[in-house]
Structure formats: structure tokens, C-alpha cells
């Protein structure tokens, strides 16, 4: 655990889980993403660790009401009262708020800087420097991964860093990348910087790829880059979905039905 004078514990999370993974059907048709199991646990619990591991405790997952029983009863399960379930109306894909709209609308009201976090998110690194370097630019800030091949890169939001790892170029999914690293989904955005979420949906432009609101506001003030370290998965193919659990070397849904 680290320790509480170490980070700055007033941040509130956000942990989206409100898509309906349609490339991962029929795994997911019936159940959430995040909470496919790797090496016999959920993914979402993987997230939950991280942030317990940083002393962060005031947790709100957004999802759907298709998905809402699925969390309820995961929730029944864990223990926790730290973690407030927030629901959606939407059904199905098609009447889905987006990421960006849902964000835009849990936030509205925070006093708090906010940390985001894709419910599809495995990771190994920790967390610690990435609060830590939040805590010493007081910028948003978006954490990185060298995914190493360009025809990967190609699928994610490619990024550039200056020597000060600010941000100099975001493209979401760009068709010809200049790098390998990408953004994983991943941030903290200051507490003044949350009503820019408004300011973006006001310009009629994409409510549902995060990524697209960080191209979007690295144009107009400061963000900085983080890259994690260890290994980092988006579970958004049953190919990424494999390649996590060979990596945790146990049985997972769709292994076992091969």
C-alpha cells in the first residue's frame, strides 16, 4: 500500500463499463465486458486491486441497464460499499449514451480531479507514478503504452511526447501511424478541466471514443503523456482476450471453449 501522504487521495474514479463488446460476441452478449474472468477473476477486480494498492476508494462504475443486474450482483459478491453503480437507460448499442456523454454527465457537479478508466482495461504496471506525476504537473494526463507493432497501432489512439512528455500529437485510429505508443484509456483529468467535456459535446463531434476528447483538448491546453510499464491489454478481441490469459497462464471462458 502507499502511503497516504504520498498522493493526493481526494480524486474521485470513474470506471466506464457501459459498451456492449460487440466484437466479442457471443462471449459478451449476455454479460459485460469487464467482468470476463482471467486466471478465474473478473477483470474488473484487476482495476479494483490497482486502485486499493493507491489508497483510492471512491469508485463509480457506469454501465447500462442491460448490464446493471450482471454488476449488482458482482457487487453482492465483492463486499464492497465503496462503489456506487450508476446505470444508463440504453439497451443496446445502438441507444448507448457514449463514453464521452456518460462521462460528461457523471461529472457534471465533481469538486474533485477525476481519474478515468476503461472497464476493459488489464494491466500490470501499477499505478503509484502515474498519481504521482498527475500530482507534479496538476495537468490532465493520460497513460501510455508502447504496444511495439505499427499494424497494432493502427487499431488505438497513437501518441507523441516531447522531451517534458507533454503531449504533441493524438490521433485516434490513424491509418498510417508515426509511433507504436498509444493511449490505454487511462486518465486524470483536473477538476477544472471537466466542464471542457461540455465545451466538446457542444461542438457536435464523436460522444462515444474517449480518446477523441484527449485529441481534441491536447489542441488547446496542456496534457501530458505517462507510459506504463509491465503489460497491457485492451480486452476488446477474443485475440487480446487469448493473449491475457495465456499471459496469466489459467483458464479463462474462451479458452475453455476452444
Same mark, same amino acid.
Given at each position: 500500500m502507499v502511503e497516504p501522504n504520498h498522493i493526493k487521495l481526494s480524486i474521485k474514479v470513474i470506471i466506464l463499463a457501459g459498451g456492449y463488446a460487440k466484437r466479442l460476441w457471443p462471449l459478451t452478449l449476455d454479460r459485460p465486458k469487464s467482468l470476463l474472468t482471467v486466471s478465474g477473476k473478473p477483470i474488473i477486480d484487476y482495476i479494483i486491486e490497482k486502485l486499493d494498492a493507491i489508497g483510492l476508494k471512491d469508485v463509480t462504475l457506469?454501465?447500462?441497464?442491460?448490464?446493471?443486474?450482471?454488476? #449488482?450482483?458482482? *457487487? &453482492?459478491?465483492?463486499?464492497?460499499?465503496?462503489?456506487?453503480?450508476?446505470?444508463? !437507460?440504453?439497451? $443496446?448499442?445502438? +441507444?448507448?449514451?457514449?463514453?464521452?456523454?456518460a462521462l460528461s454527465i457523471l461529472t457534471s457537479g465533481i469538486q474533485e480531479d477525476c481519474m478515468v478508466i476503461a472497464g476493459d482495461n488489464l494491466f500490470t504496471s501499477d499505478l503509484k507514478g502515474f498519481l504521482e506525476a498527475f500530482n507534479e504537473l496538476r495537468s490532465p494526463i493520460v497513460g501510455l503504452y508502447d504496444i511495439k507493432r505499427v499494424d497494432l497501432a493502427k487499431n488505438f489512439a497513437t501518441v507523441i511526447i516531447d522531451d517534458?512528455?507533454?503531449?504533441?500529437?493524438?490521433?485516434?485510429?490513424?491509418?498510417?501511424?508515426?509511433?507504436?505508443?498509444?493511449?490505454?484509456?487511462?486518465?486524470?483529468?483536473?477538476?477544472?478541466?471537466?466542464?471542457?467535456? #461540455?465545451?466538446? *459535446? &457542444?461542438?457536435?463531434?464523436?460522444?462515444?471514443?474517449?480518446?477523441?476528447?484527449? !485529441?481534441?483538448? $491536447?489542441?488547446? +491546453?496542456?496534457?501530458?503523456?505517462?507510459?506504463?510499464?509491465?503489460?497491457?491489454?485492451?480486452?476488446?478481441?477474443?485475440?487480446?482476450?487469448?493473449?491475457?490469459?495465456?499471459?496469466?497462464?489459467?483458464?479463462?471462458?474462451?479458452?475453455?471453449?476452444?
Open positions: 457506469s454501465t447500462n441497464k442491460k448490464f446493471e443486474s450482471d454488476f #449488482r450482483r458482482w *457487487l &453482492n459478491r465483492s463486499g464492497r460499499d465503496n462503489i456506487r453503480l450508476e446505470v444508463e !437507460e440504453s439497451r $443496446s448499442e445502438k +441507444e448507448k449514451l457514449g463514453a464521452i456523454k517534458s512528455n507533454r503531449i504533441v500529437s493524438f490521433v485516434e485510429k490513424p491509418e498510417r501511424p508515426e509511433t507504436t505508443l498509444i493511449g490505454a484509456c487511462l486518465y486524470i483529468l483536473p477538476n477544472r478541466i471537466l466542464p471542457r467535456l #461540455r465545451e466538446y *459535446l &457542444n461542438g457536435h463531434l464523436d460522444k462515444d471514443a474517449p480518446g477523441r476528447f484527449i !485529441e481534441w483538448l $491536447s489542441k488547446r +491546453e496542456p496534457v501530458y503523456g505517462y507510459v506504463l510499464g509491465g503489460k497491457w491489454w485492451d480486452i476488446g478481441t477474443t485475440k487480446s482476450y487469448k493473449e491475457a490469459c495465456e499471459f496469466f497462464k489459467d483458464a479463462c471462458e474462451f479458452l475453455d471453449n476452444m
